[in-house]
Structures are given as C-alpha cells and as structure tokens.
C-alpha cells in the first residue's frame, strides 16, 4: 500500500504509475460506491475511469488534502451525474435513490444560483453536525447517505438487525432536521 503522499508526488511529476497505484489502492472502493449510486456495473466502470482522468488533469496544480476523501468525492459526482442521466431516460431504484428519498424533506431541491450557495451552507452545516455524533451514529449515517449501502449491508457491517438499522436512521434524520431547524435552514 503506498502512501497517499507518494502518490501525489507521482502525480505531480505526472508519472503514470500514480493512476495505477490509485486504481489498485482506491478502486474497489470507487467502483462500489459507483455502483451503488448507479445500479450499473458499466456504468460505475465507467465512473471510475472519469475520476482517474480527472485526478490525472487536476493534480497538480491542486493538492488534494485527503486523497481518499478527494476520489470519493470525484466518483461519487460522476455516478450522481450518470444517475440523474439514466434516470430522465427511465425510472428505476437504486440504493442512492432509496437513500435521497429518505432524506427528500431535508434537503433543498433545484438548480438556481442561490440554491447552490444554500446547499453549500447547507453542507457546512451538515458535516459540523456529523461532527459531533458518537463514530458510531456517524459511520451509520455516513454508510447510508455518503455511500449509499443498502440497510441490509449497514446492518451486516455493523453487527445490527435491519430494524435497529432502520430505528438509528430515522433518530439520525429527526436529530439532523431538529439540528436544521435550530440553526435557521428549515
């Protein structure tokens, strides 16, 4: 495993090897993330390879503070984008989809300007929220809406009945929306 330092220095001296250590060390965990928003195995390979181009175009000249976080981040706007996509061509449900109707009321919906600004804020507020819930709650609501597990595959991963998974999720969105409310964004 090499170190994610390493990597971007390959990257910065533009050595191609930088994107097969990426592909080995990260991709698996971007091709399931994908595949989750997507519901498509094509389509996450698909998203995987758009992430890796655009590491290769954007480091440098930026630096990425934590590269894990900064790939996540990549696949997981590509898959969103690819969802939105197949989804105006048909209807279909996905673990994402599942998971943005969960959090549907929280969450403000459009493409304006002003709306963007708001869900930046918005995020702001969000992690400072993650922030304080015990690792547990926040690994639950991070498996679930960061990277749209499935409640089976949260209830697995964390030695948990569906129910109790389904009974956290529901404390967690009222905790968040009470948090919203009290800060003036609901």
């Known amino acids: 495993m090499q170190d994610d330092s390493r990597i971007i220095a390959l ?69 969103i984008d690819k969802y939105e996509s197949a989804r105006r061509q048909k209807r279909g449900g996905t673990q994402f989809e599942s998971a943005l109707d969960e959090l549907a009321e929280l969450l403000p919906s459009g493409e304006c300007v002003e709306q963007q600004v708001e869900h930046r804020e918005l995020t702001n507020y969000i992690t400072k929220w993650l922030r304080s819930l015990p690792s547990a709650h926040r690994r639950i609501f991070m498996q679930r809406y960061y990277w749209s597990e499935s409640v089976q595959e949260i209830a697995n991963a964390n030695q948990m009945s569906t129910d109790a998974v389904k009974m956290q999720l529901m404390r967690l969105r009222n905790k968040l929306k009470e948090y919203l409310r009290k800060e003036g964004l609901l």
């Open 11 to 79: 990257l910065q001296k533009r050595d191609e090897q930088a994107i097969r250590i990426i592909r080995e060390q990260y991709g698996t965990m971007c091709l399931q993330i994908a595949y989750r928003i997507t519901g498509s195995r094509e389509d996450a390979e698909e998203c995987l390879s758009d992430m890796l181009m655009t590491v290769w175009n954007t480091i440098p000249p930026m630096i990425p503070e934590k590269l894990p976080a900064y790939l996540v981040s990549l696949v997981s706007r590509r898959a």
